[in-house]
């Protein structure tokens, strides 16, 4: 059973056209991580809530937003794509608190032309 | 910021072989955790390592920190096609619960 849930799975834009992502659970985790990752990369955290607290990561752009509307969905935004945000973009959960593993939902595949 | 350094970035090898990733860590490492990736998919988790010198193993897979706790190998013995995947290395912070990632390590396995 899918605990980390991404819609849509593919998704491809215009350059400009904005974009929303999303991200459900059914773990009742209170963290939810947004991470990009382009091709041959590694993951880069973009911003994570801790409930309803929202923490940004001091290099992500100002283009990129994000919203949690309770504790089971969390989306991304973005406002205006750049051919640079090309990427895979992965939503993951967790309990937060060291030790607690992180769970990633199958991502969603950004194109934009 | 920490950054995680894996070897080799790539690994091609005929089934039945055994092999090693490394990840290699600036910084004390205070978790560690290995994670597999098919290729564009998300990230299964593996194990986590915590205490210097602790070893973990899951059905052909093992996982070690060294002692001083910057170094961490990810051992897969008689390897199979299923192995198949990118190992991805995370680190946790001192004091939070984020991961920072390395690049990850491709690895084919060849019937």
């Known amino acids: 059973d899918a605990m980390v849930i991404q819609n849509p799975r593919y998704q491809v834009t215009q350059f400009g056209k904005p974009v929303t992502l999303s991200c459900s659970q059914t773990l009742n985790h209170n963290v939810m991580y947004w991470y990009q990752q382009k091709s041959s990369q590694a993951p880069k955290l973009l911003f994570h809530?801790?409930?309803?607290?929202?923490?940004n990561e001091a290099d992500t752009p100002d283009n990129f937003q994000s919203r949690r509307p309770n504790t089971s969905f969390c989306f991304l935004d973005i406002r205006s794509p750049g051919l640079g945000d090309t990427a895979m973009y992965l939503c993951?959960?967790?309990?937060?608190?060291?030790?607690?593993?992180?769970?990633f939902g199958s991502g969603t595949q950004l194109s934009v032309l | 910021s920490q950054e995680l350094e894996q070897s080799p970035q790539s690994l091609i090898v005929q089934e039945g072989k055994n092999l090693t990733i490394n990840c290699t860590s600036s910084k004390t490492l205070y978790g560690l955790y290995w994670y597999k990736q098919k290729y564009g998919e998300g990230l299964i988790f593996l194990m986590m390592?915590?205490?210097?010198?602790e070893e973990k193993s899951h059905e052909k897979i093992t996982a070690k920190l060294d002692e001083k706790k910057q170094q961490s190998s990810l051992h897969i013995t008689a390897s199979q096609p299923s192995h198949a995947g990118i190992y991805l290395c995370?680190?946790?912070?001192?004091?939070?619960?984020?991961?920072?990632f390395g690049k990850g390590t491709l690895l084919t396995v060849n019937p």
């Open positions: 809530y801790y409930d309803k607290d929202f923490n």
């Open positions: 993951a959960t967790s309990r937060g608190g060291q030790g607690e593993k992180l769970f």
């Open positions: 390592l915590q205490k210097g010198g």
């Open positions: 995370g680190a946790e912070g001192g004091s939070n619960y984020k991961l920072t």
